[in-house]
């Protein structure tokens, strides 16, 4: 089993087709997103300021056994994220599960997996190191914290296009790699096995091949299992939410008006959790089932143009684009926090804020002030990436239910008798959901 696996950064929407088209330019890597490295006061009109170190694509690396076939940003860091890993353990008792009863089925010997996946501790208990311990296995990495949009491009590239080895497997969480091999790499596209994604997004882009009739292979949809929906989105953010926030802005959430931009799973953990605090919440949401429940639950549904100069925190949690536009960055007030839940980074119009009139402030790692003309400064969290997996860790208990879930997919598709599935999206069979349960349930 090979494997390779790079750390996203959600850059791309749907109907976006530039990045599967070409590379982006360094031009263009300059206007439209900047390393997280990269800092001071600067304006988006005066050019760059050169990173504050040196890119790990232009590093010679080697690990012990001598091989290059990586790329991450210290692999002498390998012993401290093999004790990550083991902390991480502790409390994944479905994926330990799973990892012993493999280890004697073995049931994707033979499978060759590409992977475009956030990196962490908990997903590298998959029998995956994370990066600064995986190089030292032999086992190809490409990531690390504070890839640029040309980067991120790069590493799926590396990953796909390798001499001597052509993936049958994709296992992949915005839909990002899937694309790329599709667009680029159309042969190992038609050639795959299987797909498995994790991602509202990436399964959005999966149904849109479907519906084309350009979907070659079956796929599966993680994000809409029972165990994916009820736990990782729902859970998971009700947690990380607030670390998040905490770490990055030190906020005192008691009395704070807050607006949540839709009523999902994800916003229904980061609503719950805001008012735990004492946070006066109301919701935005187009979907009438889920306005209900809103109001159901005690929160005010409103229409974010109706509110926004009232808000101190303004949170995405829709996976759509353009929620938050420039005419409502322009009317919130001096100090608002704004920040994104959501899968894709285009729920809040960062773009648009790469002006000649606005000034950008590094704060401190993933806090930047966008100050206006007449001085009046939004607080904008990690760029408008995902607030939990940017500027938190997330909670292992729960991503050891959605990585054996993930990993169960890979099973399911790759051993399935011919003639099973076609070239569909699937869901994941709910008999595996509750067994993976009842392996995290155990003492």
Not at 41 to 67: I, L, M, V
Not at 109 to 121: D, L, S
Not at 189 to 204: D, L, N, P, Y
Request: aromatic fraction near 6%.
């Amino acid at each position: 089993l090979k494997l390779l696996l790079l750390l996203q950064i959600q850059f791309a929407n749907a109907e976006d087709k530039q990045e599967f088209q070409k590379y982006p330019t360094k031009a263009g890597r300059r206007s439209l997103s900047r390393s997280i490295s990269q800092s001071s006061t600067d304006s988006y009109s005066s050019g760059n300021s050169s990173d504050d170190e040196t890119s790990p694509r232009e590093k010679a690396q080697a690990n012990s056994k001598g091989s290059s076939d990586f790329c991450v940003k210290n692999v002498k860091q390998a012993e401290f994220g093999r004790r990550e890993i083991e902390i991480a353990e502790q409390d994944m008792s479905a994926l330990i599960s799973l990892r012993k009863r493999a280890q004697g089925e073995k049931p994707l010997a033979g499978a060759k997996i590409v992977g475009c996946t956030h990196i962490t501790a908990q997903t590298a208990v998959r029998h995956l190191p994370p990066p600064l311990s995986l190089s030292p296995t032999g086992v190809p990495v490409f990531a690390w914290k504070g890839e640029s949009e040309d980067d991120f491009w790069w590493c799926i590239d590396r990953c796909v296009n390798t001499e001597g080895w052509q993936a049958n497997m994709i296992l992949d969480d915005g839909g990002d790699l899937t694309h790329w091999v599709y667009k680029k790499y159309p042969s190992v596209f038609k050639k795959a096995q299987g797909i498995v994604e994790e991602s509202v997004t990436g399964v959005h882009r999966l149904y849109q091949l479907s519906k084309a009739g350009k979907l070659c292979v079956p796929a599966m949809n993680v994000n809409d299992s029972v165990t994916k929906q009820k736990f990782d989105n729902l859970y998971c953010c009700r947690e990380s939410i607030l670390d998040g926030l905490k770490r990055t802005t030190d906020v005192m959430f008691g009395g704070k008006q807050v607006v949540v931009c839709g009523y999902g799973e994800v916003g229904k953990g980061c609503c719950s959790a805001l008012k735990a605090l004492g946070a006066i919440v109301c919701i935005t949401e187009i979907d009438p089932i889920c306005a209900l429940q809103g109001c159901m639950d005690g929160f005010r549904v409103v229409k974010l143009n109706e509110v926004i100069r009232q808000m101190d925190l303004v949170i995405t949690c829709t996976g759509n684009k353009n929620v938050v536009t420039r005419e409502q960055l322009d009317r919130m007030k001096n100090g608002c926090i704004v920040c994104n839940m959501g899968h894709s980074n285009t729920e809040i119009d960062v773009a648009s804020l790469r002006s000649p009139e606005l000034t950008w402030e590094r704060v401190r790692s993933q806090v930047d002030h966008v100050i206006w003309p007449d001085g009046k400064r939004v607080v904008l969290l990690a760029e408008g990436r995902l607030l939990n997996l940017s500027c938190s860790t997330v909670p292992t208990f729960v991503l050891s239910i959605t990585a054996t879930t993930q990993a169960l997919a890979l099973i399911e598709l790759f051993n399935a008798p011919e003639g099973r599935y076609k070239q569909d999206v699937y869901l994941l069979p709910k008999k595996m959901g509750k067994t993976m349960e009842e392996s995290q349930m155990a003492p």
